[in-house]
Nanobody, 122 residues
Framework: QVQLVESGGGLVQPGGSLRLSCAAS????????MAWYRQAPGKQRELVAT???????NYADSVKGRFTISRDNAKNTVSLQMNSLKPEDTAVYYC????????????????WGQGTQVTVSS
């Protein structure tokens, strides 16, 4: 059974920085994509950033140039460095892992962490 545990959320002032981390445990197959999603109150969950175990990344337009996703494949961890934070970045941030089928790249399994709150406010 795969488990994802996030850490690093908190309260930060506008313009500040936070670093989120997520540790995955269990039997994790490759190829896979680790990602961060977020959900603000009253809004749908949205994609923030993804990183394939091969190294390719993808970012939501709203965070490009401010957030950086990174991962350690050996340790099965993924991090999100968030700089120049804005009040609109306030949300619960969720770690996500998708394992993929080798030939088709379709999703084989998907896992979610419990979420960590990020609040950007003065």
């Amino acid at each position: 059974q795969v488990q994802l545990v996030e850490s690093g959320g908190g309260l930060v002032q506008p313009g500040g920085s936070l670093r989120l981390s997520c540790a995955a445990s269990g039997s994790i197959l490759s190829p896979n994509i680790m990602a961060w999603y977020r959900q603000a109150p009253g809004k749908q969950r949205e994609l923030v950033a993804t990183m394939h175990n091969g190294g390719s990344t993808n970012y939501a337009d709203s965070v490009k140039g401010r957030f950086t996703i990174s991962r350690d494949n050996a340790k099965n961890t993924v991090s999100l460095q968030m700089n120049s934070l804005k009040p609109e970045d306030t949300a619960v941030y969720y770690c996500n892992l998708k394992t993929l089928m080798i030939l088709t790249s379709r999703v084989r399994n998907e896992y979610w962490g419990q979420g960590t709150q990020v609040t950007v406010s003065s």
